[in-house]
């Protein structure tokens, strides 16, 4: 009889190429899959997560699901995985779930969070985890910016030129600014982003705080469905993904 | 004619093999001087600095001198030094001083703080810059404990064997613990440090907040001036190298 494990878990990004399995590259998946196969004697145990995250981007709640012949229960599973994951990954909960559950296409919300950090000075303690962005900015307008982005829009604008997925028609439930001190945390829940979306908006969202742009170019980019127009991809030192809803029940609404 | 040239160092000891030279290592002294030469041409400046720091310990406010015929204002120095070094390693602030200033020699004081995480649940980002100490504390003993710290005091028992200075008589001017959530941070400032001093006064201390000695034991640690019956030295990412006091006037006493 096999099981089903649904495991949460972090992973500071920044000494991986990315998430997902890649030939001769350190990747989150390659060193979760290499625990799970010495776990089996040797047999591959394949796992499937919410979604991939890109060279140098963090995780705090990325969700990831395996099935295993194995009886341990999900706080044995948990203390295995922690004991043998590198030291950059690390297995928050785990459960038991049933096989209806899949990460990837069970989840019906995600969040994501982009750290700015605004300070003149370098930070030598924060280069991994946030982005460094030591200009002016005007966090009214880019509060009001941020706001319009709430709602369901086509984000074709605001993706990766090199999407291939035709649907670019997410919906935005919660989009904010948090600011504390000179660290600056955009926050995002959608039922869904499309490549390089939170990275985009960050980047455009900026250019608005530097007065470059007004709030209102962020209605006239959305219309457009131009990746050209609007500003540019923020980098992937600054973005996490947060969290993975399952159920409507917790949604931040 | 040279100046004198003052400043104030942040790193991230992460991928150091600490602060001074070695043959095949890469350093922070190493990294500067490197820089240096470039910009003298080829010519070799040695910087002074407070004081060494170990591998993977960090240093918030590490102060540094060296002397140059270059021109260059404080603001320009700051500039040129930053674009060049590594990004491990910031110019916090640069100042001419005069030629009877010596980085280590002119200190009349120390910080050096000391971060401990607390929470049962190991955490990706913090791993580079706190110890890990999932254990039930009593933070109530351990404030009891690190206070007994402050005073002129032998403390053979708190250096490393390894210490070849044989007056290990020092003061220290405060002694304390900040909690915030899970999160300790040990403060310590001190006329001046022996060679692993604070961090076996943390390991210490850890021993007395998970009951293993009563906080009455530093003083009778402190009298019996041998390192056998001290704790163990805490691990080196928790440890700052925070400020270095060069007048009384900043004294924190």
Redesign the interface.
């Known amino acids: 009889m096999t099981r089903r494990m649904k495991c949460v878990v972090?992973?500071?990004g920044t000494q991986f190429s990315g998430y997902q399995v890649q030939p001769g590259k350190r990747t989150v998946q390659g060193e979760f899959e290499g625990v799970l196969k010495r776990m089996h004697k040797g047999n591959d145990v394949r796992i499937a997560a919410s979604g991939r995250t890109d060279a140098g981007v963090?995780a705090y709640g990325q969700v990831i699901h395996f099935d295993t012949p194995l009886s341990l229960s999900p706080e044995q599973w948990k203390k295995a995985l922690?004991a043998q994951l590198p030291?950059?990954?690390?297995v928050?909960s785990v459960d038991e779930t049933d096989s209806t559950f899949h990460a990837r296409f069970s989840a019906k919300a995600k969040e994501y969070r982009y750290n700015v950090w605004t300070a003149a000075?370098?930070?030598?303690?924060r280069?991994h985890?946030c982005a460094w962005y030591p200009y002016p900015l005007h966090v009214e307008a880019m509060n009001e910016a941020v706001g319009l982005f709430k709602g369901t829009h086509d984000f074709t604008s605001f993706c990766s030129a090199k999407t291939v997925i035709e649907d670019r028609v997410r919906t935005i439930y919660q989009a904010e600014i948090e600011a504390d001190g000179p660290m600056l945390q955009f926050r995002f829940v959608g039922n869904g982003f499309l490549y390089n979306m939170v990275r985009i908006i960050v980047g455009t969202v900026l250019e608005i705080g530097q007065g470059k742009r007004p709030p209102a170019d962020i209605e006239a980019l959305l219309a457009a469905k131009d990746r050209r127009l609007a500003g540019p991809t923020a980098p992937a030192e600054g973005l996490y993904l947060w969290r993975v809803y399952y159920d409507h029940e917790n949604f931040p609404l």
């Open positions: 972090a992973y500071d963090h922690n030291d950059d990954i690390a928050r000075e370098r930070d030598v303690f280069r985890y």
